[in-house]
């Protein structure tokens, strides 16, 4: 069993049919779901099985600590169909997707009301509000304010049964889990979500002077 090996499932490419739950043998999909595919046993993972994505018609599933040579095998549409053209008309059109971050304890929702601000979460939540701008579903939970989150989802439960809580941040996209241990860059969740970042071009600040309040950060005023 692997800890850090697990399928990652590309929610527009993937095509339900239900052929990774039916090849997997180790609980990792919930089998409840299907054909949709659920990752809700990630560390049931045999380490470096490339067994449901080898399966996957569609090419729609990578894994999470991949080192090998392997890549997804390519799928094949019918002709004059394109594969994104399929899978819109799976989704109904729709293939925006949602992301979840499950976080550590903190005294606040974002974790900026305290005197000093981690420029690490000023990134996040600057994140998330341009995700949220250009119509993406963000759900965000930390284990103060969102215990119950936690314990009802079952991919990020059985994850800090095994790991604990060294496990967070975890990065949940589609009800997959796609990056634990650390928050995922701006370039990372762009990509995921096909979307243009727009701070990619934004200039860099030349302002040194002191347009504070004098308290030293925080958000005290």
């Excluded at 392997?70 to 053209?85: A, F, I, R, Y």
């Excluded at 799976?90 to 974790?111: D, I, R, V, Y």
């Amino acid at each position: 069993m692997a800890e850090n090996w697990y399928p990652v499932i590309d929610r527009e490419t993937c095509r339900e049919c239900g052929a990774c739950i039916e090849m997997c043998g180790h609980g990792v999909y919930d089998r409840g779901a299907a054909p949709k595919p659920q990752v809700v046993n990630p560390v049931g993972c045999v380490d470096h099985c490339h067994g449901c994505g080898s399966r996957c018609p569609v090419g729609a599933i990578t894994y999470f600590g991949e080192d090998t040579p392997w890549v997804p095998p390519k799928g094949k549409v019918n002709q004059g169909e394109t594969l994104t053209e399929k899978t819109n008309i799976h989704s109904g059109g729709n293939t925006m997707k949602k992301l979840q971050l499950f976080e550590p304890a903190m005294c606040c929702s974002t974790g900026l009301c305290g005197p000093s601000i981690d420029p690490e979460l000023l990134r996040i939540s600057t994140l998330i509000d341009d995700l949220k701008a250009a119509g993406v579903e963000v759900e965000r939970f930390n284990l103060n304010n969102a215990p119950d989150a936690f314990a009802e989802t079952e991919t990020v439960k059985n994850m800090l049964a095994i790991r604990g809580t060294e496990a967070l941040p975890i990065t949940m996209l589609d009800d997959t889990v796609v990056l634990t241990d650390r928050y995922p860059s701006n370039a990372e969740v762009f990509g995921w979500l096909k979307l243009d970042d727009p701070q990619a071009d934004a200039p860099d600040s030349d302002d040194d002077g002191d347009t504070g309040c004098g308290c030293g950060g925080g958000c005290c005023c």
